[in-house]
């Protein structure tokens, strides 16, 4: 790789950088290098990005810098230069200019030593460019260093490491590659995208970081993206990620009937545009129902995706409707158990004793402007008791059947359970169950026939449930043949 202009007289420093060129390829520099830094994506056709000028001086101080930048103008426009709030060069960074036009870049900067001088890794300007090439066309960066001064104007030994800036194909916002940016179809590609129900390719997935904010493909893009849709926001405009720490947090369990609701909290002061869940776990032991969203995100549009261990929950609104400021809860998911274990004969437990744990593994959320948000999650997760809260005997499935129906019941405590099936003068027809069974949900099939194993004739029938401490429960069971 070329290297610039080398000075080597003066104090020693060592210098450590890394270059980030593309999301497959990045190279490190050796000790005692400059480079520059860029973006993690290929730009696209008409954007705007930013380069940054780093190095590493480690105890050594810096006083002054000055380089050349030497790039092609057919392919990289450059906007501005700005410091990049290092200690001591919080001033303008000095651009001479006049041969950007051209391709050639000359900047640095120069502090007094009486102020507090950088020592360390710095990122000591941000250059912003805009990539104005043909799709795929490519810009070479040839950084030279000139000077690197210590506050008392010694010379600091320095390499520089030259990069490369490919356009991207797909232009900012044309996140489903059709050749048209910031669509109705490109914020459904992203949805899908964000779901795991598409994978999008790399020039995709730069032109889905619609924000500008260096990460593609996140529920702030999506934000952004409707924001422009509706004409909140301008494709050019950029959002800058907040430093606003929030908490994402899974509560205890509450019964409502056969399922659990469990409450995921995401508090924050401010209003917020989006968020996107990550969870843990097992599809053998657990079932998910369809997520409630809470009072502050009503108006709110609630979409997962299960894909074996993983459930993947989306908090979004097309029509700009956002999550209000508050500390309760985003939204409730209702789970219950379903583990299936064989007992004798017919009788089959549907849940387990054990208790199931289901984690938050990601959390992510944009503002009302589509501004990404970080947030932390609660190392706990959520402990699903398997045990059914009430003794319920459920309506049987199918209902009328022929010749076959299922009946399911819930025991909250371990007892002598019995259940029968009666015809409508009230004379037993059979007994089904009559045994001790531990607490559990169960399920039990009932082929139509006597005790005797004889088919009865169709009719109405009930199925009685009894065990010792609970009212009997009763369900009609409609038998067409």
Same mark, same amino acid.
């Given at each position: 790789?070329? @290297?610039?202009?080398?000075?080597?007289?003066?104090?020693?420093?060592?210098?450590?950088?890394?270059?980030?060129?593309?999301?497959? @390829?990045?190279?490190?520099?050796?000790?005692?290098?400059?480079?520059?830094?860029?973006?993690?994506?290929?730009?696209?056709?008409?954007?705007?990005?930013?380069?940054?000028? #780093?190095?590493?001086?480690?105890?050594?101080?810096?006083?002054?810098?000055?380089?050349?930048?030497?790039?092609?103008?057919?392919?990289?426009?450059?906007?501005?230069?700005?410091?990049?709030?290092?200690?001591?060069?919080?001033?303008?960074?000095?651009?001479?200019?006049?041969?950007?036009?051209?391709?050639?870049? @000359?900047?640095?900067?120069?502090?007094?030593?009486?102020? $507090?001088?950088?020592?360390?890794?710095?990122?000591?300007? $941000?250059?912003?460019?805009?990539?104005?090439?043909?799709?795929?066309?490519?810009? =070479?960066?040839?950084?030279?260093?000139?000077?690197?001064? !210590?506050?008392?104007?010694?010379?600091? &030994?320095?390499?520089?490491?030259?990069?490369?800036?490919?356009?991207?194909?797909?232009?900012?916002?044309?996140?489903?590659?059709?050749?048209?940016?910031?669509?109705?179809?490109?914020?459904?590609?992203?949805?899908?995208?964000?779901?795991?129900?598409?994978?999008?390719?790399?020039?995709?997935?730069?032109?889905?970081?619609?924000?500008?904010?260096?990460?593609?493909? $996140?529920?702030?893009?999506?934000?952004?993206?409707?924001?422009?849709?509706?004409?909140?926001?301008?494709?050019?405009?950029?959002?800058?990620?907040?430093?606003?720490?929030? %908490?994402?947090?899974?509560?205890?369990?509450?019964?409502?009937?056969?399922?659990?609701?469990?409450?995921?909290?995401?508090?924050? =002061?401010? !209003?917020?545009?989006?968020?996107?869940?990550?969870?843990?776990?097992?599809?053998?032991?657990?079932?998910?129902?369809? &997520?409630?969203? =809470?009072?502050?995100?009503?108006?709110?549009?609630?979409?997962?995706?299960?894909?074996?261990?993983?459930?993947?929950?989306?908090?979004?609104?097309?029509?700009?409707?956002?999550?209000?400021?508050?500390?309760?809860?985003?939204?409730?998911?209702?789970?219950?158990?379903?583990?299936?274990?064989?007992?004798?004969?017919?009788?089959?437990?549907?849940?387990?004793?054990?208790? $199931?744990? %289901?984690?938050?593994?990601?959390?992510?959320?944009?503002?009302?402007?589509?501004?990404?948000?970080?947030?932390?999650?609660?190392?706990?997760?959520?402990?699903?008791?398997?045990?059914?809260?009430?003794?319920?005997?459920?309506?049987?499935?199918?209902?009328?059947?022929?010749? @076959?129906?299922?009946?399911?019941?819930?025991?909250?405590?371990?007892?002598?359970?019995?259940?029968?099936?009666?015809?409508?003068?009230?004379?037993?027809?059979?007994?089904?169950?009559?045994?001790?069974?531990?607490?559990?949900?169960?399920?039990?099939?009932?082929?139509?026939?006597?005790?005797?194993?004889?088919?009865?004739?169709?009719?109405?029938?009930?199925?009685?449930?009894?065990?010792?401490?609970?009212?009997?429960?009763?369900? #009609?069971?409609?038998?067409?043949?």
């Amino acid at each position: 790789m070329k @290297r610039g202009l080398v000075c080597r007289v003066g104090a020693t420093v060592a210098c450590a950088l890394a270059l980030a060129v593309a999301p497959a @390829r990045r190279v490190n520099a050796a000790p005692g290098d400059v480079a520059l830094v860029l973006p993690n994506f290929e730009p696209a056709k008409g954007t705007p990005f930013d380069v940054g000028l #780093k190095i590493d001086t480690g105890t050594t101080a810096l006083g002054g810098y000055e380089c050349v930048l030497q790039f092609d103008p057919a392919v990289l426009q450059f906007l501005s230069a700005t410091a990049a709030g290092a200690p001591g060069f919080s001033d303008p960074v000095r651009v001479a200019s006049a041969g950007a036009a051209t391709g050639y870049l @000359r900047l640095g900067a120069y502090q007094r030593v009486s102020r $507090t001088q950088p020592v360390g890794q710095n990122t000591l300007a $941000t250059l912003h460019f805009k990539a104005i090439g043909l799709p795929g066309s490519s810009s =070479g960066l040839d950084l030279s260093v000139l000077k690197l001064l !210590t506050p008392e104007l010694d010379d600091v &030994p320095s390499n520089a490491i030259d990069a490369a800036i490919v356009v991207n194909l797909l232009p900012l916002g044309d996140v489903n590659g059709d050749g048209v940016a910031n669509q109705v179809s490109d914020a459904v590609f992203l949805t899908q995208a964000l779901l795991g129900f598409q994978v999008l390719t790399a020039p995709e997935s730069s032109s889905s970081d619609i924000n500008g904010d260096g990460a593609p493909q $996140t529920v702030a893009d999506l934000v952004f993206l409707v924001n422009v849709l509706l004409g909140l926001q301008t494709p050019i405009a950029k959002a800058t990620a907040s430093g606003t720490l929030l %908490l994402a947090s899974l509560g205890g369990p509450q019964a409502e009937g056969d399922w659990l609701l469990v409450p995921v909290r995401l508090p924050s =002061g401010e !209003t917020l545009g989006g968020a996107l869940l990550r969870l843990a776990l097992d599809p053998g032991r657990l079932e998910i129902g369809t &997520p409630r969203l =809470g009072p502050r995100a009503a108006r709110m549009q609630v979409t997962t995706a299960q894909k074996g261990g993983e459930l993947i929950v989306l908090v979004a609104s097309p029509e700009g409707a956002r999550v209000a400021a508050g500390d309760s809860p985003l939204l409730w998911l209702p789970v219950r158990p379903t583990r299936v274990d064989a007992l004798a004969g017919d009788l089959t437990a549907m849940r387990s004793s054990a208790v $199931t744990a %289901l984690t938050l593994r990601v959390a992510d959320a944009a503002d009302a402007a589509g501004a990404r948000r970080v947030v932390d999650i609660a190392a706990d997760g959520a402990e699903i008791a398997a045990m059914p809260a009430r003794f319920a005997l459920h309506d049987n499935v199918p209902n009328p059947f022929n010749p @076959r129906t299922e009946l399911r019941f819930d025991l909250p405590q371990a007892g002598r359970a019995r259940l029968a099936i009666y015809d409508v003068t009230g004379r037993r027809v059979c007994t089904l169950l009559d045994r001790e069974l531990p607490a559990g949900g169960y399920r039990l099939p009932w082929d139509g026939t006597d005790g005797r194993g004889i088919a009865v004739a169709s009719g109405v029938y009930h199925a009685r449930l009894e065990i010792a401490g609970q009212a009997p429960a009763t369900r #009609k069971l409609v038998l067409v043949r």
